[in-house]
């Protein structure tokens, strides 16, 4: 019997990776002598690094870059086994989580750092760079990283503009030949998992603004700076990609890819999957196991296990869903053809009980799954 788990991370909790040994420890109880591979994924944001590069046995790197107001961080990244992609989390350079509450004012967050992280690849070796994007304290619509790539953003006397997403109002010209030669013939894969387009009222600045500490004032300027921003570079790039579905990911950075550097989009999960030649393995599979901390109807969207699932169907593998805490698990079951959701929280496991020891809680969830499968699945 072959078993596949591949979790994603149980926030808070446990990592994908952790999450995984959990599961396994609990299946070798009841199968000892099971066939088991651990493939944790992630969704295209936290964890994407760690999972690519142990997966593909790559190499993890540190790059001191300019964080999200401006000081110096060290923010990771990865190259993965192959020695030519490269791997980014954009929040390690310009992540909402590097802002103290009381600090955050997308007037004053800049993505430059990704663009300083995207160099630094380039310098060793990558040829294909695949970005993460998700969980930004910027909303200066890629302008950061592009200018940290060289692209220079011009006033109307032919002076490159100095300041942040502010100075976008004086916008006038876009030169693009600047770009740092150290990109020439690089591509890039961007992992985005929302639809927002950059500007109107599904854009960046409308539905993301807030939570990055702009008040309603703050909103509508930024979005309209977005929106004279993009008409001048949809002028000069011959493209407008402004309302194109993703362009509003991580405060625009999605745009500035999609629009200056033809960046391919796909889900973060579908990434993932790919590059572990997922569906490669789940021909010789006879259960998948996935999971994260919470699944419910509301949550499903874009998330890593639902990539699972999908593919589990496709090739007709038994699917185990575990699950820190669900609802309404059997119209679950059935709208998205699951064989059994566990639960860790329980009757007999409150929330807190479950979180003194995350790895021993999902270790015996994992056990009473196989138990079931056992019972059900083998008639032992």
């Known amino acids: 019997m072959k078993i596949l788990i591949a979790p994603d991370s149980f926030k808070e909790t446990l990592t994908a990776t952790d999450a995984a040994n959990a599961i396994e420890e609990g299946f070798l109880d009841i199968f000892p002598e099971a066939n088991i591979l651990k493939l944790p994924i992630a969704d295209g944001g936290e964890g994407t690094v760690d999972v690519l590069v142990t997966a593909t046995q790559g190499k993890y790197f540190s790059t001191k870059v300019s964080g999200p107001t401006g000081e110096y961080i060290n923010a990771k990244w990865g190259m993965l086994g ?3 992609t490269a791997v980014i989390e954009i929040a390690e ?3 909402l989580h590097l802002v103290a509450l009381k600090k955050r004012n997308p007037m004053n967050t800049s993505s430059f750092g990704v663009g300083e992280l995207i160099l630094a690849a380039t310098d060793e070796g990558a040829e294909h ?3 993460g994007l998700g969980g930004s304290a910027t909303n200066d619509g890629g302008m950061g990283f592009l200018k940290a790539i060289g692209v220079q953003f011009l006033d109307s006397f032919g002076k490159e503009l100095t300041g942040g997403v502010e100075s976008l109002n004086t916008l006038s010209d876009i030169n693009i030949t600047s770009i740092d030669s150290r990109l020439k013939g690089v591509s890039f894969e961007i992992a985005c998992d929302v639809d927002n387009p950059l500007i109107g009222p599904q854009g960046a600045s409308v539905i993301f603004g807030s939570q990055k500490g702009a008040d309603e004032k703050m909103i509508n300027q930024l979005d309209n700076l977005l929106s004279h921003y993009s008409r001048i570079a949809s002028s000069k790039l011959n493209n407008n990609l402004s309302m194109q579905p993703g362009a509003g990911s991580a405060g625009g950075i999605g745009y500035g890819f999609l629009a200056f550097l033809k960046a391919d989009q796909k889900s ?3 990434i993932i999957l790919e590059k572990l030649n997922f569906e490669q393995h789940l021909l010789t599979t006879d ?3 996935t999971g994260e901390g919470r699944f419910d ?3 499903l969207r874009g998330k890593a296990p639902m990539g699972v699932i999908d593919y589990a169907r496709k090739h007709k593998c038994s699917i185990f869903v575990i699950a ?3 609802e309404n698990d059997e119209i679950l079951e059935n709208k998205y053809d699951i064989d059994k959701l566990f639960s860790i929280i329980s009757n007999d496991l409150s929330f807190e009980q479950s979180i003194v020891n995350p790895h021993d809680s999902l270790m015996a969830t994992a056990r009473k799954a196989a138990q079931h499968y056992k019972k059900y699945y083998l008639n032992l």
């Open 268 to 270: 973060g999960v579908q």
């Open 297 to 299: 109807s509301q949550s």
């Open 93 to 95: 350079a310009c992540g």
């Open 324 to 326: 820190g805490s669900t």
């Open 129 to 131: 760079i695949i970005i």
């Open 287 to 289: 259960l998948v196991i």
């Open 82 to 84: 192959n020695s030519k």
